[in-house]
Every structure is written in structure tokens, then in C-alpha cells.
């Protein structure tokens, strides 16, 4: 009889992380939860030009933890990464063309000061 350790991948020989990566990667999108929701309560921060890029950041990053350990994108075959990945870069890509448009022709119309 054949032992079947924790770190044992499926049967068709693919890497699953285990328990202790779930565990890890949830403190850290818990930390990164708790600075989001405490940025808001900081009204120098909130205030701030950094506010938006660094909110951005933190969300792509919680993005990309969640999409490549619990959806198990990371251990997926190349061909469902880039199936998922080339698209998200299309349309992340189109956002920040329309919010560069959108903000200028605010500017333009003197919508902002």
C-alpha cells in the first residue's frame, strides 16, 4: 500500500499548494484588506495623489493572489493562463485608455480644477 503524503500531487502529476499556502496567502490578503479599509480612515492619505495608484496596487495584487492560488490558475495548463491572462491585460489596458480620455476631456470641458 502505497503512502499518500500532504504535499502529493493529483493523479495526473500536477504541484497543488497545500494547506500552509492557503493559510499563507490568506493572512497576507487579510493584511492587505486591513491596510485598504485603514487608508480610507487616514484623511492625509485619502487626500493624497498616492490614494488611488496605491489602492490600485494593493487590489491587483489581492487580484492576482486569489486568481493564481484559489483559482488554481498557477497550476493550470500554459494555454488557460494565457486564455485568461491575455484577455484581463486587453480590457486592464481599454480602463486605463478611457480613464486617460475621460479625465482629459473633463479637463478640457473645465469640468476639474
Given at each position: 500500500?502505497?503512502?499518500?503524503?500532504?504535499?502529493?500531487?493529483?493523479?495526473?502529476?500536477?504541484?497543488?499548494?497545500?494547506?500552509?499556502?492557503?493559510?499563507?496567502?490568506?493572512?497576507?490578503?487579510?493584511?492587505?484588506?486591513?491596510?485598504?479599509?485603514?487608508?480610507?480612515?487616514?484623511?492625509?492619505?485619502?487626500?493624497?495623489?498616492?490614494?488611488?495608484?496605491?489602492?490600485?496596487?494593493?487590489?491587483?495584487?489581492?487580484?492576482?493572489?486569489?486568481?493564481?492560488?484559489?483559482?488554481?490558475?498557477?497550476?493550470?495548463?500554459?494555454?488557460f493562463?494565457?486564455?485568461?491572462?491575455?484577455?484581463?491585460?486587453?480590457?486592464a489596458?481599454?480602463?486605463?485608455?478611457?480613464?486617460?480620455?475621460?479625465?482629459?476631456?473633463?479637463?478640457?470641458?473645465?469640468?476639474?480644477?
Open positions: 500500500m502505497a503512502s499518500h503524503s500532504a504535499t502529493a500531487g493529483h493523479a495526473d502529476g500536477h504541484d497543488h499548494p497545500t494547506w500552509s499556502t492557503y493559510w499563507k496567502i490568506a493572512v497576507i490578503l487579510f493584511v492587505i484588506t486591513a491596510i485598504e479599509v485603514s487608508a480610507f480612515y487616514i484623511p492625509a492619505w485619502e487626500t493624497s495623489w498616492i490614494y488611488v495608484p496605491s489602492m490600485l496596487f494593493l487590489s491587483t495584487i489581492k487580484f492576482t493572489l486569489v486568481v493564481m492560488y484559489y483559482m488554481h490558475l498557477k497550476y493550470d495548463h500554459k494555454l493562463r494565457s486564455l485568461f491572462t491575455g484577455p484581463l491585460i486587453v480590457a489596458l481599454t480602463l486605463i485608455g478611457l480613464m486617460f480620455l475621460f479625465s482629459k476631456l473633463s479637463i478640457r470641458l473645465g469640468l476639474l480644477s
